[in-house]
Structure formats: structure tokens, C-alpha cells
């Protein structure tokens, strides 16, 4: 819990600091007189007088500001009249607003470099485990298959491959090209778009039943206290057979103990070498819908010789590194906006949405892999941070460049009635999207 809250207080931070020091040293390039800086929202509790401005620090850390002078939020001294934000030129006020968003995309390039000069570990686009009965057996998938290309885009890494199917699941069929083991090429196709099997998926976190990792039939974890355990069962043992019959995958001594609650298994293993067998009752466990599994307490192995062929690791040069987390930056970037443009026409689900709570969740998560985990986890959401901001949606910063370029073209500000209606519409966009943030955050929680 305490790793948790540090790691969201740093990441917030840092992100919101840097976001707003954007505009406030952009702002002061452009001559306009900064009078507030603030990190986090609500009455100060530091404060800090700095030359014009007040550094403040907030309660509230879900955002920050920049208080520049301004004649529509009061009455401004006639010295500082040159000074006020809205008395420059549109180009000078466009350059302020996006300073902010772009600090953050820059920052990301920086972070994603820093991570990626201690070292690269990838994974390989190649199939391990292909769960049973899942959407990827659906479409076809099994072990072995190296994935090439989804929807025509060409993946490198299981990463990319991942995200690219992802993102299009919801809106159409996904088309996944792949090389059989064989060698031969096979087209394997995701066809949930529409259906509640895509709702289940966003859920899930876009697991849809396969994973880079081949599990093996070895035990590499026997829970104490678990009917495994009571059988005599331990670390290191191969499952082989179930009442006689023989069980080649994971998959299936996984759906076996499932579906086997309170049943009594004749299990054979292997161990030193040698041939044995036990008994074996799965505890009976209730899920919500109030349907029995069984659960036997143990977890397989991952097969080695298997990681070996799939784990690229290598470390670049640093300016290898720095480029590399330009193009990173770059496909994370452009991947958001086509998020949000499905989200727009429908074709992406509300459900992908997340608030202040799943952020701290995954900065604490991140933060306990290691310092590498968590300087992409801030890269990542960095580049959220900026591309959101350039949304054009009054109230955010894309909302204020739209309503200045506008005055830039038109050589006269959109009219009072017209930016209010924009903001009321802003606000309630916001609004809605928070709500939908916070749902998703305690649906994910407690769900």
C-alpha cells in the first residue's frame, strides 16, 4: 500500500510539474507575467514566493495550473497590461497552451531512452499457450505460431502484436497473418466485434486466451495446505495421467481440476524418474454466478529451452536508445489517437477508460518490478497526459489552441456566447468521461 501511494505521488509529481512548467516557462519567454504555480488543486498547504510568481503545492493531485495575468478574470493594473495572457498575439498564446502537452510527449521520448539504455528485453511474436476454449482457440491459433502482421501492420515484438489486436477487436474482425511451426503461412481470424465476448476482453485487461509463455506439465509452485499438497504432490513433480487417461498440456489438467470439484482424480506423475501415483479431491470454490470449480492449489513450470528462443535481450547505444524512444513515443502516440477516434464513432469501449485509481494501482505494480518498469510506466502515461490534453475540447488545452487559431485565422476572438457554450460543453464532456473513470476504477476493484 505504501509503495502504491509513493510511487502515484512521485508519478504525479513529476508528470503534472513538468506539464505545467511547460506553459509557465514558455509563458515567461513570451513576456507574460506568471502570477500562480500550482501542483494539485484545492487551498494550498506550501507556498512559496518567487520573484511574480506563488509556488504552491495542493491536496488534490489530479492536475496542477498556471495563474497568469489575465483581464477576463479581474482587474489587471494598467503596468501589467502588456504582460496579460490575453492581451498577446494568438501565435504567443498557441505557443503557451501546447508548450504543456508537448513537455509531456518530450519527456516520454527522454524516459523511454533513459529505460531502454539499461537494456531491452523483448518478446518474439510467437504463440506458447493457447488456453482451451478461449477466443484465440476460437479463431484458430495454437502453439507454435509466429505472428507476422495484424490487419496488414507488421509486428516485430508480442507487444506490438498485442496491442494492435486490442485495439481493432472491438471495431471489426481482426485478420492475424502467422507462420506455422511447419513453416507454412495461416491466417487466423478474431471475429467478437459487437459481441459481449469483446466487453469480457476490455475486462480482462485484452487477454483473449493466449500467451507468449509455454507452460509445461511440471509443477513449479504446490500451495501449502492445498489438496496438491495433501497428496503428497511437490515442486518439481511432471503431471502424466488422470484416471488413466493421458494429459499432454497445462490447458488440460487446468480445465481437468476446474471441472472436477469434490471429485476424487487418480493422478500419475513422474519423479526422480520414477512412476507414481496419488489421489487428489479439488477444493470446491463458488464464483459469483455461483457456479462450482475446483481448485488443486498448484501452478505449472514455464518451459525454459522455450524462453530461450523468444527473450531478445540486448542493450543499445544511448543514442540508439533516445531513437528508439522517439519511435516509441511516436506508435504509442498515434495508437492513442486512433483510440480515441474509435471511442468517438463508437467503435471502442468506455470501458478502456481509467481513472486516478487503476493509475496508482499500476504505478505501485510497476514500481516493485523495478526502477525500469516504472520509468516506462511514467513514460507511458506521460504520453497520455499529453495526447488527452490535446484533445480539442474546451477546458483542456486542445480546446483553448482550437478557439485561438480560430482568432489567428479570423483576425478577431469567436465570440463571448460561442467560448461559453464550448466550455459548458467541455465541462460536461469531462465530467462524464471522469465518472466513467471513476466506474471503471471501483468496477475493477470489486469486480
Not at 509531456?104 to 539504455?117: K, M, R
Not at 485484452?206 to 495433501?230: R, W
Not at 496419488?278 to 513450470?301: F, K, M
Not at 493509475?359 to 525500469?372: F, M
Request: net charge neutral; charged share 20%; glycine share 10%.
Amino acid at each position: 500500500m505504501l509503495t502504491t501511494v509513493a510511487a502515484f505521488t512521485v508519478a504525479i509529481l513529476i508528470l503534472v510539474s513538468l506539464h505545467e512548467f511547460g506553459h509557465y516557462i514558455v509563458a515567461r519567454w513570451c513576456g507574460v507575467k506568471v502570477l500562480r504555480f500550482s501542483v494539485g488543486f484545492g487551498k494550498p498547504f506550501l507556498k512559496k514566493k518567487r520573484g511574480d510568481t506563488e509556488w504552491c503545492l495542493a491536496p488534490i493531485p489530479l492536475g496542477g495550473y498556471v495563474k497568469m495575468v489575465d483581464t477576463r478574470e479581474g482587474n489587471v493594473a494598467e503596468a501589467d497590461l502588456p504582460y496579460a495572457f490575453d492581451k498577446q498575439h494568438p501565435a504567443k498564446r498557441i505557443a503557451i497552451v501546447a508548450a504543456g502537452p508537448l513537455t509531456n510527449l518530450v519527456l516520454a521520448v527522454l524516459l523511454f531512452g533513459l529505460s531502454f539504455s539499461m537494456g531491452i528485453t523483448e518478446l518474439r511474436p510467437y504463440v506458447g499457450t493457447v488456453e482451451p476454449a478461449s477466443i484465440a482457440a476460437r479463431a484458430g491459433f495454437v502453439p507454435g505460431d509466429k505472428i507476422v502482421s495484424v490487419n496488414g501492420v507488421a509486428v516485430n515484438d508480442w507487444s506490438a502484436a498485442r496491442n494492435e489486436i486490442v485495439l481493432n477487436l472491438e471495431s471489426a474482425k481482426v485478420n492475424v497473418a502467422v507462420e506455422t511451426q511447419s513453416g507454412q503461412n495461416a491466417v487466423r481470424t478474431i471475429d467478437i466485434a459487437g459481441t459481449p465476448d469483446a466487453e469480457q476482453v476490455i475486462k480482462q485487461q485484452g487477454h483473449i486466451g493466449l500467451l507468449p509463455f509455454k507452460i509445461t506439465n511440471t509443477l513449479g509452485e504446490v500451495l501449502p495446505g492445498s489438496p496438491a499438497a495433501a497428496a503428497g504432490l511437490k515442486k518439481g513433480d511432471t503431471l502424466l495421467a488422470a484416471d488413466g487417461r493421458q494429459l499432454h498440456y497445462w490447458s488440460d489438467w487446468s480445465a481437468l481440476f476446474r471441472q472436477s470439484p469434490g471429485k476424487s482424480l487418480t493422478i500419475q506423475y513422474l519423479r526422480d524418474g520414477q512412476t507414481l501415483e496419488t489421489r487428489l479431491r479439488p477444493d470446491s470454490e463458488e464464483l459469483p454466478d455461483r457456479t462450482l470449480i475446483g481448485r488443486a492449489g498448484v501452478a505449472p513450470q514455464s518451459d525454459q529451452a522455450w524462453m530461450e528462443k523468444i527473450r531478445h535481450e540486448y542493450t543499445p547505444t544511448v543514442p540508439q536508445a533516445f531513437e528508439m524512444g522517439w519511435q516509441k513515443t511516436v506508435d504509442y502516440s498515434v495508437m492513442m489517437v486512433k483510440f480515441f477516434g474509435k471511442l468517438l464513432t463508437g467503435q471502442a469501449s468506455l470501458s478502456h477508460i481509467s481513472g486516478p485509481i487503476t493509475i496508482a494501482d499500476v504505478a505501485g505494480k510497476t514500481a516493485s518490478y523495478g526502477l525500469q518498469s516504472y520509468v516506462e510506466f511514467l513514460a507511458l502515461v506521460s504520453i497520455s497526459l499529453g495526447i488527452m490534453n490535446l484533445l480539442p475540447i474546451p477546458v483542456l488545452d486542445g480546446g483553448h489552441l482550437v478557439y485561438y487559431a480560430a482568432e489567428w485565422i479570423r483576425g478577431k476572438p469567436l465570440s463571448e456566447r460561442i467560448q461559453a457554450i464550448g466550455l459548458r460543453f467541455g465541462l460536461a464532456v469531462m465530467l462524464m468521461l471522469m465518472m466513467v473513470a471513476f466506474f471503471n476504477d471501483i468496477t475493477r476493484l470489486f469486480g
